[in-house]
T-cell receptor, first 112, second 111 residues
Framework: NAGVTQTPKFQVLKTGQSMTLQCAQDMNHEYMSWYRQDPGMGLRLIHYSVGAGITDQGEVPNGYNVSRSTTEDFPLRLLSAAPSQTSVYFC???????????FGPGTRLTVT | SQQGEEDPQALSIQEGENATMNCSYKTSINNLQWYRQNSGRGLVHLILIRSNEREKHSGRLRVTLDTSKKSSSLLITASRAADTASYFCATDALGNNRLAFGKGNQVVVIP
């Protein structure tokens, strides 16, 4: 099993550009989440999903869109990047409620 | 909002010593989880403790939970240089995997 994979590893965007961060898992997990990690802030939940076709907002959803068309994939879209979105983004999955989450290696995004 | 708050924020210890970190939270929880993050890497799950549990062990790790004080502790016994990492607590208030993370504890184990 590859676990949770994320692409790209690094990305630099200019303000106003759009992009999609990819996340995939091969563990048949229903629950998937996106977090951002900023220095001194810990991780904050952006969006999450409890299964294909079902998504919900987390703590900091503004500026981000998600969709979940398959169990395996959970892409995160930045429609118009802003410098405040400079961060490290982590995707995670979990087999069910009350279970541990498995994290991907992260995408380091810089918006200039 | 940040739910978990770890104390102390940074810890430097000698190899072989024990390391203890505390986490406090504000609202009731379904479970509390501890994760480790090595520099530049993703998070790795260590232990999940449910609200009706008071203590759990995993190898050299021991986690306690006191729901009356809304606090948890993580003890690493006989620390090794490889334990150097950041440690995060995360609370799940409703048991739906929406985790709220603390700011993390940076632990340095000196060989």
């Amino acid at each position: 099993n590859a676990g949770v994979t994320q692409t790209p590893k690094f990305q630099v965007l200019k303000t106003g550009q759009s992009m999609t961060l990819q996340c995939a898992q091969d563990m048949n997990h229903e629950y998937m989440s996106w977090y951002r990690q900023d220095p001194g802030m810990g991780l904050r939940l952006i969006h999450y999903s409890v299964g294909a076709g079902i998504t919900d907002q987390g703590e900091v959803p503004n500026g981000y869109n998600v969709s979940r068309s398959t169990t395996e994939d959970f892409p995160l879209r930045l429609l118009s990047a802003a410098p405040s979105q400079t961060s490290v983004y982590f995707c995670a999955s979990s087999r069910d409620r009350n279970y541990e989450q498995y994290f991907g290696p992260g995408t380091r995004l810089t918006v200039t | 909002s940040q739910q978990g708050e770890e104390d102390p924020q940074a810890l430097s210890i000698q190899e072989g010593e024990n390391a203890t970190m505390n986490c406090s939270y504000k609202t009731s929880i379904n479970n509390l989880q501890w994760y480790r993050q090595n520099s530049g890497r993703g998070l790795v799950h260590l232990i999940l403790i449910r609200s009706n549990e008071r203590e759990k062990h995993s190898g050299r790790l021991r986690v306690t939970l006191d729901t009356s004080k809304k606090s948890s502790s993580l003890l690493i016994t006989a620390s090794r240089a490889a334990d150097t990492a950041s440690y995060f607590c995360a609370t799940d208030a409703l048991g739906n995997n929406r985790l709220a993370f603390g700011k993390g504890n940076q632990v340095v184990v000196i060989p």
